[in-house]
């Protein structure tokens, strides 16, 4: 008896195989993010290769759900909870607003929404999707300087980010957290014209996924794309050798070059040249692949997250122009050709009452 339990304790299980190669493959992921060493120029990029380049190393390939996941963590790196202090993080104003609806998409979820009006009632509305990593408290001080334009805003932090439920998100959750933000924002901004879907970074890629699929003058009035990015596995590739490899086997997408052929709304971009985490040659092939006429405005020396601090001048100069523009483009363009959907969400049939913010 004693033999055989010594011969049981010497055969792995399957969850003892699953548990050493998850251990190998977290030591694979911190050994690719510490060869970025403490470049902050280089963070991003190495942080989105890790898990693909991973992946590559291992030899793993689609199909396993533990893996899968560490790639969407690491590579979206999403931020749940709520600074310590709120109300310092924005310059709050009589009626902000501050509170969750519960998700379209997962019963039992919920989704933060920030809503930022003006008091001119004719003022334009803007959607903001943000990136990975920082939720709507990180991004406080770009969505102030947007406001500081014009804009009333209605703002959105997906599944896993802030005040929303806690989840591993995923593009699919993100994309459908956005439509739902969209829904809210359509009841807020009745005309169409003066509706505006701004993304920055990755939250351009879902900008780009919402307008494809919208009209112009009928749904929206123009699509604001900052930092952009093509593919998020272009943004791995350019992180060397490893991000090369990890990007052709990723899962995560993000694809907006290939749909912002179906955009026909005018499209307003903005690009630093001195962005380390999205090289301005993805911002420029995003917007050759774009139909023509982009409101182009490249910033010399800017960087990735901080435009409206490097130039505020020429920042709020370009979504003021956007703005003008919305009252006079009121013509309509042809409808966009078929792209396989990405549909929004059927909303609650009710949602409770917004609660004000700080």
Not at 98 to 113: D, M, N
Request: aromatic share 6%.
């Amino acid at each position: 008896m004693a033999d055989g339990m010594a011969a049981n304790a010497a055969t792995p299980t399957a969850d003892d195989k699953m548990a050493r190669e998850g251990q190998a493959m977290e030591g694979r992921i911190g050994a690719i993010v510490a060869a970025g060493g403490h470049d902050p120029v280089r963070a991003y990029r190495v942080r989105v290769a890790a898990p693909l380049a991973a992946l590559a190393a291992g030899g793993a390939l689609g199909g396993c759900a533990w893996l899968q996941t560490q790639e969407r963590r690491l590579a979206l790196r999403p931020t749940p909870g709520a600074p310590a202090n709120p109300d310092a993080v924005m310059a709050w104003r009589t009626g902000d607003q501050v509170f969750t609806v519960p998700s379209a998409a997962a019963p039992g979820q919920r989704l933060a929404i920030w809503w930022l009006p003006q008091p001119d009632p004719q003022a334009a509305t803007l959607l903001y999707l943000h990136g990975t990593l920082r939720s709507l408290y990180g991004n406080a001080p770009k969505i102030d300087a947007l406001r500081r334009t014009g804009f009333a805003i209605l703002a959105v932090d997906y599944r896993g980010w802030g005040d929303s439920t806690t989840i591993v998100p995923s593009e699919e959750t993100i994309v459908a957290d956005a439509w739902q933000a969209w829904a809210l924002l359509q009841q807020r901004q009745r005309d169409p014209r003066r509706r505006v879907i701004y993304g920055h970074s990755m939250g351009s890629a879902v900008a780009v996924i919402l307008a494809s699929q919208l009209r112009h003058g009928v749904d929206y009035g123009a699509l604001a794309l900052e930092s952009a990015i093509t593919r998020l596995p272009d943004v791995a590739a350019e992180a060397g050798f490893w991000g090369r490899i990890g990007a052709s086997i990723t899962t995560l997408q993000f694809d907006a070059i290939g749909r912002i052929g179906a955009v026909d709304a005018p499209i307003w971009m903005l690009h630093g040249d001195a962005d380390k985490t999205v090289p301005i040659v993805l911002g420029r092939r995003l917007r050759d692949a774009a139909p023509p006429g982009v409101h182009w405005t490249e910033v010399p020396g800017g960087p990735h997250s901080r435009l409206h601090e490097y130039a505020p001048t020429l920042y709020t100069q370009t979504f003021r122009e956007l703005q003008v523009s919305l009252v006079a483009g009121t013509g309509l363009s042809a409808p966009p050709p078929h792209l396989p959907p990405h549909l929004p969400p059927k909303l609650p049939p009710s949602a409770p009452p917004a609660q004000p913010g700080p």
